[in-house]
């Protein structure tokens, strides 16, 4: 009888350790923002071939991409890239993308801390990575992200035609969007 209690209270123990939830993230991370911190605006989403783009530098000689946080305003459908940079400083080749539907449930009001988290599985980045936010344009809804009326000066709307210079469309506000990175060992 002992063997069998002591067996029953030792099984939550082996089933957290079988769960398979991803890896456990160890050591220092960091959170970028290039927000304000204050949610003020809920600027509408450009839809695809138009796109936001946020510049993400970690000023970390090389560093692992681990979370991408959002603070969702308004549901709808939305497209999530994570670029490399180019040896010029511009948005590069996709790393990752993320193509999500997001209903009311995942908004927030912008004062509940309310956050959308994505994992990400990147490998080491030795550069800025650019994020890449558009809406499919379908019938998803519009798709809205709290952001905060401060210019960052690293946001900016692409243009389809690849011959307009990115920074003819920055952009004088911020999506709350956050990227966590690690130092890479």
Not at 3 to 27: K, M, V
Request: net charge negative; aromatic share 6%.
């Amino acid at each position: 009888m002992l063997r069998l209690s002591l067996a029953l209270s030792l099984l939550p123990l082996f089933t957290l350790g079988c769960a398979h939830a991803g890896p456990i993230l160890t050591g220092p991370t960091v959170e970028l923002a290039l927000d304000s911190g204050h949610p003020e605006e809920r600027p509408l989403t450009p839809a695809k071939p138009f796109e936001l783009l946020m510049r993400m530098d970690p000023a970390m000689p090389a560093y692992l991409p681990r979370r991408l946080r959002l603070l969702l305003a308004q549901p709808g459908h939305l497209v999530l890239t994570l670029y490399a940079t180019t040896p010029e400083g511009q948005p590069g080749a996709p790393l990752l993308t993320l193509d999500r539907h997001y209903d009311a449930a995942f908004t927030s009001t912008g004062k509940d801390g309310k956050w959308i988290v994505e994992r990400l599985a990147l490998p080491v980045e030795r550069a800025p990575i650019w994020v890449g936010l558009s809406s499919p344009g379908d019938d998803g809804g519009d798709v809205r992200l709290w952001a905060s009326s401060n210019d960052s000066g690293s946001v900016f709307a692409r243009d389809p035609d690849p011959a307009t210079p990115l920074s003819a469309g920055k952009q004088p506000r911020t999506p709350m969007v956050r990227l966590e990175v690690s130092p890479a060992p």
